[in-house]
């Protein structure tokens, strides 16, 4: 069984910057995707950063030249570096991953496990 389990979130004043994690059990895929995605209240969820397992990585436009996807095969762990953050920045990020290669996307129907989240919140 897969598990994802998010943690790193927290308040941070803006310009700031936040790393977060994912941690991943029972995870084998050898070709895979895993991605950030985040939810504000009143918005959709939104795909921010991803990551093939052949090291491709693609980002939303709002956040790209801030944030930095990257994967520790070692410790099957998923990071997101999180730089100058912005009050828009502020949502429940949520760490996901697919069964199968997906070409780096951030579109969520792409993928099949999801963690609980972790809050992030700016203030200005």
């Known amino acids: 069984q897969v598990q994802l389990v998010e943690s790193g979130g927290g308040s941070v004043q803006a310009g700031g910057s936040l790393r977060l994690s994912c941690a991943a059990s029972?995870?084998?895929?050898?070709?895979?995707?895993m991605g950030w995605f985040r939810h504000a209240p009143g918005k959709e969820r939104e795909g921010v950063a991803a990551?093939?397992?052949?090291?491709?990585?693609s980002y939303a436009d709002s956040v790209k030249g801030r944030f930095t996807v990257s994967h520790y095969n070692a410790k099957d762990t998923l990071y997101l570096q999180m730089n100058s953050l912005k009050p828009e920045d502020a949502a429940v990020y949520f760490c996901?991953?697919?069964?199968?290669?997906?070409?780096?996307?951030?579109?969520?129907?792409?993928?099949?496990?999801w963690g609980q989240g972790t809050q992030v919140t700016v203030s200005s």
């Open positions: 996901a991953a697919s069964r199968g290669f997906c070409y780096n996307s951030l579109n969520d129907a792409e993928y099949d496990y």
């Open positions: 029972g995870y084998t895929y050898s070709s895979f995707c």
């Open positions: 990551i093939d397992s052949d090291g491709s990585t």
